[in-house]
């Protein structure tokens, strides 16, 4: 046991009702098993590293696990390894499970040539993460579209119920001010086509919008209907946006809509007159939907970013981790991993790249 109270050994099937008690305790969510078996053992990239550790009486009492993850980096493909899951029984803290865990997946994804794994941090184990090796390379920032007014203002403290008194004016004027904007910019919501299930259409339309710099995550249609379509909870929508001729799809988006605020959890477009035509009619969409506000989270370099300023959504106006902004963080797993990837600037990345079934809560 090399002096340890527990014994790490390789998880399988049987183990996820085990993950499914961890994970629910530690993150208080009531997650079904079918989450653990799509997430674990369904991925179309591979099978996750898993590790469960467990206490002299053979009770599983931690866990852990990479999920494999294809990317092309400078348009070469190599597979990097999602940290996912980082979970103790109460009953277990404070015995380097956490920390014990972590090192032998890093190890085991170094010996598969495995050079980095990355993660959006949760509040919990970012402490941990850092004291073990991980590095932050920057942060993903909230930017925000409020197409009414009242959800807002109710949140202004002890005023906010008498502010909003003032909600259908505001709406109204907003609403005046927003047809100015989509007007200008050449709104179409009609051309946004739901997708029930993506095809070797959308692989011609990552080939042609995958950046040939960096690191991108590969968005295959296999992975796509994984990771959006056959998820438990069907919380995603996608739809595209073709080509004038019918014949191409030029543009996708992954959207969530769930309590009045819309997720705009992932999106692709071959070209950036598409991308502004895409992201218009996803901000008209939501309007139209029902939706109080809209969410996105991007990196400052990525693409939209401007795009959506110019479309009137606001990045978060505070800094604070895991609400504002959500800190981006990798561990190193081979020596003769590139330190260029070290450069936030060099990852393309999209909300559905955090390690979450859906983006609402």
């Not at 009619?281 to 959506?308: D, I, W």
Request: aromatic share 10%; proline share 5%.
């Amino acid at each position: 046991m090399n002096g340890r109270p527990w014994t790490p050994r390789d998880a399988d099937e049987r183990d996820l009702a085990d993950q499914r008690r961890l994970f629910n305790a530690c993150f208080r969510k009531d997650k079904g098993e079918d989450t653990f078996r799509w997430k674990y053992l369904d991925n179309p990239h591979g099978r996750a590293l898993s590790l469960v550790a467990c206490a002299s009486d053979g009770r599983v009492v931690g866990g852990y696990s990479y999920v494999p993850r294809r990317f092309l980096r400078d348009g070469e493909p190599v597979v990097l390894m999602q940290a996912s899951d980082a979970m103790v029984d109460a009953s277990a803290r404070r015995q380097g499970i956490f920390t014990g865990l972590d090192d032998l997946v890093a190890e085991r994804a170094g010996a598969r040539g495995v050079p980095l794994a990355f993660a959006y941090s949760g509040r919990l184990s970012y402490d941990g993460f850092l004291k073990n090796g991980w590095r932050l390379l920057g942060h993903a920032r909230i930017v925000r579209y409020r197409f009414r007014a009242r959800r807002g203002l109710l949140r202004r403290g002890r005023l906010g119920p008498l502010l909003a008194v003032g909600a259908p004016l505001l709406d109204a004027l907003w609403t005046r001010r927003d047809d100015r904007r989509w007007r200008a910019h050449g709104h179409d919501v009609a051309a946004l086509t739901r997708v029930q299930r993506f095809d070797a259409s959308f692989d011609d339309l990552f080939a042609a919008a995958a950046p040939r710099r960096g690191l991108v995550g590969v968005r295959d249609a296999a992975w796509m209907n994984w990771r959006y379509v056959d998820t438990p909870t069907r919380r995603a929508e996608c739809y595209a946006l073709r080509s004038p001729d019918g014949t191409r799809m030029d543009a996708c988006l992954v959207l969530e809509l769930v309590d009045g605020h819309g997720y705009v959890v992932d999106h692709l477009a071959r070209d950036e007159a598409v991308r502004e035509r895409l992201l218009t009619a996803a901000t008209a969409f939501l309007h139209a939907r029902g939706a109080e506000e809209a969410t996105a989270l991007l990196c400052e370099h990525h693409p939209s970013a401007p795009v959506l300023e110019r479309l009137g959504w606001a990045a978060s106006r505070g800094d604070l981790p895991f609400r504002d902004v959500f800190p981006f963080i990798v561990r190193v797993c081979r020596d003769d991993a590139d330190p260029s990837d070290l450069d936030l600037r060099r990852w393309h990345l999209a909300d559905g790249d955090r390690d979450a079934e859906h983006m609402s809560p």
